[in-house]
């Protein structure tokens, strides 16, 4: 078919005004919204999975340096073409060298967890990767102590708050699994729309692990006759080891017999502990949780799985005592039946414990989450 230059330009001119028209409704319709995802700043991206692309969401990969000089990556997802500044969420995260990064077909819990809520609660939110894991540099992860982790994460806290799209005025911060111990550390004395803990309590790190060793002890089948005699070890070696700061082989040379005990607490291998040295695990030791709750100034919602066996109910009530009796009424306590630490279903304390025949559920979290949210000023 042949076409005249006036009838080629007048498509051409047609051609361009739905490109236009189709632009704007992307720019009117959130439902509609195009997202894209860029990197900034001089941090190569180094991960296992390509950038994240999330439907509607406009994410970013940058870079906060800390005082100390290392350089961690945040992942800062948004709804597209939001133009306003927007409540932000700092979700602060766990104790292992695992990066915060995920794949858009990521199917695990906390990936699950992550997606629906950044992707439902129309803010904007931030996820940041201690140095030495990911794409971020400077110590490495398994030699990163707790309190240069904190202040880490209070470096991205401040970033957060001074982004030109966030309302300084409206962050929240969400602490997962070990990131709820740093939670109540950032927020204390901060101006913070509110707080979100899952999965880490306010006891003592020695309380802690002596809970955590009886739950292992207990759901792996250890005989009976067996259990008082391993708990009273335990207490023994976290009091040489946690309370007094003595490493292991400061305890090996003055009890042989004590020694023993390091190669049967979960998570050891040579001088690490969960792949954390051992100054990580004495300064968890020396935090006053309970003290920086009771000075966080905002809502809180503590939330417990059922089958965490990684952390006890009690540990987590706790959380909500302490802020409930500073301020009545601002802290929420709530358990969910059937889950494990990771978001994942099961059908039995035991199952959860072994991992058998789980499915990743993040679904009624996020739900209390969302609702939690949509009450903030």
Known sequence: ???????ENAMDRKARLVVAV????????PGLAASATRLIGDLPHRGPHPLLELAGMDTEYGVVTTEAGAHLRTIVTKPSNSRARLPAVLFVPWLSCDSVDFADTSTDGWSLMLKQLSTQSHRLWMRVDKSGVGDSTGTPCDQLDYETELGQYRAAFNALRARADVDPERVVIFGGSMGATYAPLIAAGQKVAGVIVWGGGATTWFERMLAFERHALELGGTEPARLSTEMTMRANYFSHYLLQGEAPEVIARADPELAKVWPKIVGTSGNLHYGRPLAFHQQAQRQNWPAAWAQ?????LAVYGEYDWFESPAAMRLIADVVNRERPGSAQFREIPGLNHHFTRFNSPVAAYKEQDGVADPSQFVTIVLGWLRQLP
């Open 22 to 29: 189709a632009g704007c409704l992307l720019c009117i319709v």
């Open 1 to 7: 078919m042949n076409v005249t230059a006036v009838e």
């Open 296 to 300: 966080v100034h905002a809502p809180v």
